[in-house]
């Protein structure tokens, strides 16, 4: 099915650690996003990427770096994680045009211990 | 400081009766609002929207009404189903940012 896939669904990492939360869509959408869910917080963005060659910091960019290595994929790093990231993962893509809202993936649950 | 709020965490609707989440907000240059349904394990999905300068918008069971001058729209659910029990968010776009804003979600349970 088309949409927007993340790799991988589920991950845990000890204090220090790094890794990289991959993204992947095939709707040829320019503009992509990566927020976190947590209990009581709802979804806060991370960072985004407006178009390609180009990201922005959201609400929550610290600890975080993004790379948007070509139209489809937008992949986020955590280079030093810490136990506060614990926390579930959604990427997202769009058209840019605000009507139309965004296409999420499934998610990523990361645990930090 | 939240643009966009859900003051209520949940909200439990017997099956066959109206459902109606709500959703206040700051900013009065949002000028497009959307609802996102999520169940548990799966990523939010478009539910409906609306544009600011629209005071309703219907898409079958689903109805999202917006009072601009109270900065506040709400979500009808008529009738209310088993399988619509998921957690809804409030969304807006515009203002200084292009990047939608998300409400904390309101959890609605169905019961049978």
């Known amino acids: 099915n088309a949409g927007v896939t993340q790799t991988p669904k589920f991950q845990v990492l000890k204090t220090g650690q790094s890794m990289t939360l991959q993204c992947a869509q095939d709707?040829?959408?320019?503009?992509m996003y990566w927020y976190r869910q947590d209990p009581g917080m709802g979804l806060r963005l991370i960072y985004y990427?407006?178009?390609?060659?180009?990201?922005d910091k959201g609400e929550v960019p610290n600890g975080y770096n993004v790379s948007r290595l070509n139209k489809r994929e937008f992949s986020l790093r955590l280079e030093s994680a810490a136990p506060s990231q614990t926390s579930v993962y959604f990427c997202?893509?769009?058209?840019?045009?605000?009507?139309?809202?965004?296409?999420f993936g499934s998610g990523t649950r990361l645990t930090v211990v | 400081d939240q643009q966009v709020k859900q003051n209520s965490p949940s909200l439990s609707v017997q099956e066959g009766r109206i459902s109606i989440l709500n959703c206040d907000y700051t900013?009065?240059?949002?000028?497009?609002f959307l609802w996102y349904k999520k169940y548990p394990a799966e990523g939010p999905t478009f539910l409906i929207s609306?544009?600011?300068?629209?005071d309703k918008n219907e898409d079958g069971r689903f109805t999202v009404f917006l009072n601009k001058s109270a900065k506040h729209l709400s979500l009808h659910i008529v009738p209310s189903q088993p399988g619509d029990s998921a957690v809804y968010f409030c969304?807006?776009?515009?203002?200084?940012?292009?990047?939608?804003?998300f409400g904390k979600g309101t959890k609605l349970s169905v019961k049978p």
């Open positions: 997202a893509s769009s058209e840019g045009d605000e009507g139309y809202g965004y296409t």
């Open positions: 709707m040829n959408h320019n503009s």
């Open positions: 990427s407006a178009s390609e060659g180009t990201t």
């Open positions: 900013n009065s240059m949002f000028d497009y």
């Open positions: 609306i544009s600011s300068i629209k």
């Open positions: 969304a807006a776009s515009g203002g200084s940012q292009g990047n939608l804003i």
